[in-house]
């Protein structure tokens, strides 16, 4: 079953755990669970990017609805508070779908009421319409906003500052809560208002308190809206930091309806139901950054837009899916930042300026690039680019930030104490868990990859250089140190101290890119290794289970999470490049165990972020999913390898 079509047992505790989420493409969002009830810091339903994408603010938290009863009242909402939940609005559900937008149907003796929920593309507003789909008489629905007016990571407290009353002029509540907040519009045509303004104390979220994080907080209402419902009729209410143009809520439900169901992706594949549900879930991570500039969010519901997650989603977001224009727009706001040879790793929260603390993510940006040729042939734009990435070639010869450099071996060098710079990046205080200095496995199949794609665009633009020279010399290189003929696999890190043999799925990617540097049996050898130490049905391990430093589950404070991020974890993203691999290996038989492991992914589209993908999972069964709920890599080398790899329409024998 699909979440599209999820059927929900009222009082089920997996209303608690499954959880929606709607974008709007420009970094904000509206989330929560099934039930009603928020679990984290995160969700609400206005949550807006002050500066796209980022600058995220949670505005509007809650919106509890009421159905007043000829003989009793009704609470259709959910909240968690110490030792209770209430009301449990979640008791009267009877289902739920996410397509075409989150539809909730309640129902008692002699009524069923049917609510929708969409964000509109390109606005921070919200659209709620409610359907009295069967009553016996008119009845009266209450709404009770609730706001935070918070920085998205932090918790709100009852305070004095915030603004009590609210403005209630032709059918608009005008609020602003506080004053460096942006000012919330309900627009509810034909409704009541009432000021009963005041704090509600101590809503708990049980996923913060999981996570080691302080987990209460108070909201505050200024009142509540009353509309009529007439059985049959349907009435919507608009939320929005500015009133569309349009104010028809139930029009504007229809438009976004109507957009979405537009969206084409033009391409057999989509026939595949798994395939089309990712291809789905990856319109939720492509968000405008400045006119006509594009980027990917990494994740929700925590994460911003990140070099490297960018430049690894990127195919699979936007080129398995035709969406070439914003592929451009991604390169092109990412070259714009380049400093020293290298593109941003992270936008921060507050739009100030960009951090450069990855070695890998430069690079890449080449591998992206490449594939965007592969499926466009606009040459003329990599042309545009070309400058760029001479440039970056040039800083990574002589050398750059963090002591990223190339050797005299050709093979391509970082690290600095302190310094996070490849992908496995979590760091507690000035504790770096996995420093990898040196030079890690897959930055150099990466390099060797940057060169031999600069050697192909040399030679398009008919340009004199070395790039193929070079690249030769890493390939020699880098067989001569990462191989062990014994052992079967590659070293992690070649270090000053020497070659660090803890068995990572780093390695993957020396056969996976593009240009891979190792091929036929030792490949083979490599997936044997990687098999036996790392597959698991939710993705590669970070570090095999027979490894000291292993660690199975990941939970507790930060101390504890960030220990184990790295150090045995499961990341989905890096099923993409293992299928790759094993495809290239194996032929036939790899791409049927390819489609297997794509098919297994099925379940986890309705056990956590509704049809999305997690970050990361528990390395050991029942492989429980952590992280957020959606992330951007995730779904993309999903997509990527099913469309690519393993699937009948691309499919080579």
């Not at 904000?28 to 603010?57: D, K």
């Not at 032709?170 to 034909?190: F, K, M, N, S």
């Not at 956590?608 to 890599?633: K, M, Y």
Request: net charge negative; with cysteine.
């Amino acid at each position: 079953m699909t979440a599209d079509a999820l059927v929900v047992p009222e009082g089920s505790e997996d209303n608690f755990v499954r959880e929606w989420l709607e974008t709007n493409g420009l970094g904000g969002w509206a989330s929560s669970t099934v039930s009603g009830a928020h679990t984290r810091r995160y969700h609400g339903l206005l949550v807006v990017a002050t500066c796209p994408p980022v600058g995220r603010v949670v505005l509007l938290s809650r919106l509890d609805e009421t159905l007043v009863l000829p003989t009793r009242r009704v609470e259709l909402s959910c909240s968690i508070f110490p030792e209770v939940i209430h009301p449990r609005g979640d008791q009267w559900l009877t289902a739920f779908a996410t397509e075409p937008v989150p539809t909730w149907t309640y129902a008692g003796d002699g009524w069923v009421l049917r609510k929708r929920l969409a964000l509109l593309a390109g606005e921070h507003a919200l659209v709620v319409a409610y359907e009295l789909v069967e009553a016996p008489e008119p009845l009266c629905l209450e709404l009770r906003p609730f706001f935070a007016g918070r920085d998205y990571h932090h918790l709100m407290q009852a305070n004095d500052q915030v603004v009590s009353t609210a403005d209630w002029v032709e059918d608009v509540l005008i609020y602003r809560p506080y004053r460096e907040q942006p000012t919330a519009h309900l627009l509810a045509p034909g409704a009541c208002w009432e000021a009963v303004p005041g704090w509600y104390y101590n809503f708990q979220y049980p996923r913060e308190e999981e996570r080691g994080l302080d987990h209460s907080e108070d909201l505050f209402t200024p009142g509540y809206l009353r509309l009529q419902l007439v059985p049959g009729a349907t009435v919507g209410v608009l939320a929005a930091t500015e009133l569309p143009s349009c104010r028809d809520p139930l029009k504007l439900l229809t438009d976004e309806i109507n957009r979405r169901q537009q969206v084409e992706v033009r391409a057999p594949w989509t026939a595949d139901p798994l395939l089309w549900s990712l291809a789905r879930a990856a319109d939720q991570f492509l968000v405008r950054r400045g006119d006509g500039l594009h980027t990917i969010v990494a994740g929700y519901h925590w994460f911003t837009d990140w070099g490297r997650d960018t430049m690894i989603a990127l195919p699979g977001l936007c080129l398995v899916t035709g969406r070439f224009a914003e592929a451009r727009g991604i390169f092109a706001a990412f070259a714009e930042h380049v400093s020293e040879g290298m593109i941003p790793n992270r936008f921060p929260d507050a739009g100030e300026a960009p951090e450069y603390h990855a070695v890998d993510a430069t690079l890449w940006f080449f591998v992206a690039l490449y594939k965007y040729l592969q499926y466009t042939q606009d040459y003329e734009f990599a042309s545009e680019l070309w400058p760029t990435l001479e440039d970056i070639a040039a800083w990574h010869g002589r050398g750059t930030r963090h002591q990223i450099r190339v050797d005299a071996d050709g093979l391509l060098a970082a690290g600095e104490r302190g310094v996070q710079l490849t992908w496995m990046d979590a760091k507690v205080g000035d504790w770096v868990v996995t420093p990898r200095m040196g030079k890690p496995v897959e930055v150099n199949a990466l390099w060797y990859n940057a060169l031999k794609i600069l050697q192909h665009l040399a030679e398009t633009f008919g340009q004199r250089a070395d790039y193929g020279q070079r690249a030769a010399a890493v390939r020699a290189s880098f067989n001569r140190l990462f191989w062990c003929e014994e052992r079967g696999y590659l070293c992690d890190v070649v270090a000053p101290e020497g070659p660090d043999w803890a068995i990572r799925p780093n390695q993957i990617f020396a056969l996976s890119l593009p240009f891979p540097l190792v091929e036929g049996e030792r490949a083979r050898r490599i997936l044997s290794v990687i098999d036996e130490h790392l597959l698991t049905p939710r993705g590669l391990r970070s570090l095999s289970p027979s490894d000291p430093a292993y660690c199975a589950r990941y939970a507790g404070g930060p101390w504890e999470r960030d220990s184990a991020y790295h150090q045995g974890t499961v990341w989905s993203w890096l099923i993409g490049p293992y299928i790759t691999a094993l495809c290239r290996c194996h032929g036939r038989a790899g791409r049927q165990r390819g489609r297997a492991l794509l098919d297994g992914f099925a379940a986890h589209l309705n056990e956590a972020g509704l049809g999305t993908v997690s970050e990361i999972f528990d390395a050991e069964p029942p492989f429980a999913p952590r992280g957020c709920i959606a992330q951007a890599w995730s779904v993309a080398e999903l997509l990527r390898a099913g469309v690519e790899d393993v699937s009948d329409y691309l499919a080579r024998p």
